[in-house]
């Protein structure tokens, strides 16, 4: 028996030094994998692998597939170096680990998740393992390693060379630093040195202190950049970029410098045509919920300087109250509470060479070249919180451009704004102003009191503005004074007023051409607040209008006589449906009119291009949309072309002027 039992023990201890060699062969292999395999989403073989009890464990030729059965991970060999003793007797890390050219490809969804990452997600989630967590100290060396990025588009972009180094002494202690060579040759290194990043088997973000770093050694290829960071903005040029954090618990301070020159954007919404420089430095600090950042951008285009402080979430929690204004004008002193963020931006832009890198985003006239120019953003700030404000001042000058041989000059453009809101007195608009050559625009404003002032002289706008930047008008001329007047009325009204006189007017756009000699009006009315609240829709006015001399040709027909228009009338609009009376008299003769529809009616009539010259004397159909009857009466006097005794319109009728 004591033999026997010898031959036992013998036997048992044999085959346990045997059973790491045993562990190697191909069937062993084949049905370890198959048991990993059975609980993944994704598949992992392994070529071969070398085990041993107190030896370096080895696997070679190991390789990953996703859930569609595309290759994601190629590695050439992984190398444990503690032994299988270890990793059953201990919970500690098997000691270092090298990892050797793995050749990773990072297939991005539409949905933004990466196939690598789902490869290794279980079939069936497994429930947490008991015995606390594990301690984990070893060190990481990867040599030669590959990452292709695969975009939704189809489009790769390539990482190479990739070598990287970290120590771990705890699962929550991490330092390291990685090396990769992007497809260009150049260089991006990034260093860390953290504690406290896990916790109880999880990242912990907030908890975390220590420093990380990324910075370029050389310049790299924007256009590498883009496609990396999927921009798609057609990114070409070189840039060195360096940033440094900071961790602490619950506080994170970074700082960033980006170096880029002969940048161009041929894909972005406004393309940069002629390469430029950027220089941009800046600082971050997000402490609990609450960001500040602190950014310079300069060029040889100008620079801009921006701040701003408040909570994370400020932004998105913004929101204005749709009933604010009608509410405003009608004496309410409603305040506007913002979220608690506080903005500044100041800076100069050279129009000069804004204009010939971007020349989409100021729409410089075909054949013209801006040759100077300087936009000064003074001040621009918005304090929010309980009682916000916002301040603006910016001035435009210097501006001149080359057509040819001749040069054009505009005059300064200054803007200055400011408003505030308080509990006490409601939203109040201290002072909005535009001066320039061409003429100014004023406005102010308290609950229930607003007042709007505009002088311009059409034709210095049209020569200043027009002769360097594409206007939608052929012919702009004369001299257009404005005044509008909005006080609170009686229970839940406002009342308006608007007065405008308008003197030798010539205006040609789009084939059409018109002339007005003298212009009077003047419109007032009341509006009409929702008792449930909305926007307004109820509005009671009456109008006047004064015209002479009017001229007026489109492609297909000329007024050959220049007549005089006086109108007046009363119209009341009840949400889309629109009442008015109307009376127009001159040395034509007279015509009285009604129109009761919805408005998209009354501007189908207006398009028709047959009623103008039935007017005129011209015997043309008109025809009526579909619906009640919206117009009827109307007499003119004998013309050079016949005339036009009377006229009614109804739904669907077809009715031809009588002969005189």
Same mark, same amino acid.
């Given at each position: ?37 059975? /609980? ?32 994601? *991970? ?12 270890? $990793? ?27 196939? *690598?990452?789902?490869?290794? !997600? ?46 771990? !002494? ?6 390291? #630093? ?35 770093? &990324? ?20 990114? @070409? ?45 800046? =600082?971050?600090?997000?402490?609990? #919920? $609450? *960001? =500040? ?7 040889? +285009? ?25 509410? +405003? ?53 918005? /304090? ?16 001149? $451009? @080359? ?27 201290? /002072? ?112 006047? &209008? ?12 000329? *007024? &050959? /006589? %220049? ?18 009376? &109307? ?14 529809? %919805? ?48 006229? +009614? ?12």
């Amino acid at each position: 028996m004591v033999i026997l039992a010898l031959v036992l023990v013998a036997g048992l201890a044999a085959l346990t030094a045997l059973a790491p060699t045993i562990a190697s062969a191909d069937w062993a292999r084949r049905y370890v994998l198959g048991k990993v395999n059975a /609980n993944l989403r994704g598949s992992v073989a392994v070529d071969d692998w070398a085990l041993s009890w107190f030896g370096n464990c080895q696997l070679r030729g190991v390789r990953v597939r996703d859930a569609q059965e595309r290759d994601v *991970l190629a590695v050439k060999a992984v190398t444990l170096q503690s032994g299988l003793w270890h $990793a059953l007797t201990s919970r500690e890390a098997p000691g270092a680990i090298a990892i050797e050219a793995p050749q990773a490809t990072l297939i991005v969804t539409d949905d933004g998740s990466v196939s *690598l990452a789902g490869a290794f !997600a279980a079939r069936t989630p497994a429930p947490s393992a008991p015995g606390g967590p594990l301690s984990l100290r070893t060190t990481i060396d990867v040599q030669d390693g590959a990452v292709e990025i695969v975009s939704a588009d189809g489009s790769r972009t390539r990482v190479q060379n990739v070598d990287a180094h970290a120590d771990v !002494a705890t699962m929550g202690k991490l330092k390291g #630093d990685v090396v990769a060579t992007l497809a260009d040759g150049g260089l991006v290194r990034a260093e860390v040195d953290l504690a406290d990043w896990m916790k109880d088997g999880a990242f912990n973000a907030a908890g975390a202190a220590g420093t990380a770093r &990324v910075v370029t050694e050389g310049p790299v290829d924007l256009a590498v950049v883009d496609r990396l960071a999927a921009l798609q903005a057609g990114l @070409q040029g070189a840039a060195t970029l360096t940033l440094d954090g900071t961790l602490a618990p619950g506080r994170v301070d970074g700082k960033f410098a980006l170096a880029a020159t002969k940048v161009t954007a041929a894909g972005a919404a406004r393309d940069l045509a002629e390469p430029v420089d950027i220089d941009a430095t800046g =600082s971050v600090q997000l402490a609990g #919920d $609450a *960001l =500040s950042t602190d950014v310079t951008v300069r060029g040889g +285009w100008g620079n801009i300087h921006t701040q701003l402080a408040g909570p994370l979430d400020g932004l998105a929690q913004a929101h204005i109250d749709p009933e604010l204004v009608p509410r +405003w004008l009608a004496g309410e002193k409603r305040a506007l509470t913002l979220p608690d963020v506080t903005g500044t931006a100041r800076g100069t832009l050279d129009l000069a060479a804004l204009g010939q890198a971007v020349p989409a985003l100021l729409r410089v006239r075909p054949g013209t070249r801006i040759t100077s120019g300087t936009l000064t953003l003074e001040e621009a700030r918005v /304090n929010g919180g309980a009682e916000p404000s916002v301040t603006l001042k910016a001035e435009l000058s210097e501006l001149a $451009a @080359q057509d040819g041989d001749r040069e054009i000059r505009c005059a300064p453009i200054a803007t200055q704004v400011s408003a505030a809101s308080t509990a006490a007195d409601g939203l109040v608009i201290q /002072n909005a102003t535009v001066t320039s050559g061409f003429g100014t625009l004023t406005a102010r404003g308290t609950p229930g009191e607003v007042t709007a002032r505009l002088d311009t002289d059409l034709a210095e706008l049209r020569a200043q503005l027009g002769g360097i930047f594409e206007l939608p008008v052929e012919e702009l001329a004369g001299k257009l004074n404005a005044t509008l007047a909005v006080e609170r009325g009686a229970s839940d009204t406002i009342n308006y007023k608007v007065d405008a006189t308008a003197d030798a007017v010539r205006y040609a756009a789009g084939g059409t051409r018109v002339a007005i000699a003298e212009g009077r009006t003047t419109q007032q009315g009341t509006l009409q607040l929702p008792t449930g609240g909305g926007r307004i829709d109820h509005v009671d006015g009456t109008f006047t &209008v004064a015209l002479t001399r009017v001229e007026v040709a489109t492609a297909e027909q000329t *007024l &050959v /006589n %220049p007549v005089d228009i006086a109108l007046d009338g009363k119209a009341t609009l009840a949400g889309e449906d629109l009442e008015s009376d &109307v009376t127009a008299q001159g040395d034509w003769g007279n015509l009285k009119g009604r129109f009761a529809g %919805p408005l998209d009616a009354l501007q189908r009539i207006c398009d028709d291009k047959d009623f103008i010259p039935a007017l005129a004397g011209e015997r043309r159909p008109c025809t009526c949309p579909k619906g009640r009857r919206i117009w009827r009466g109307g007499a003119v006097s004998p013309s050079s072309a016949g005339r036009f005794r009377r006229c +009614w319109l109804r739904s669907g009728a077809r009715r031809s002027p009588a002969a005189g």
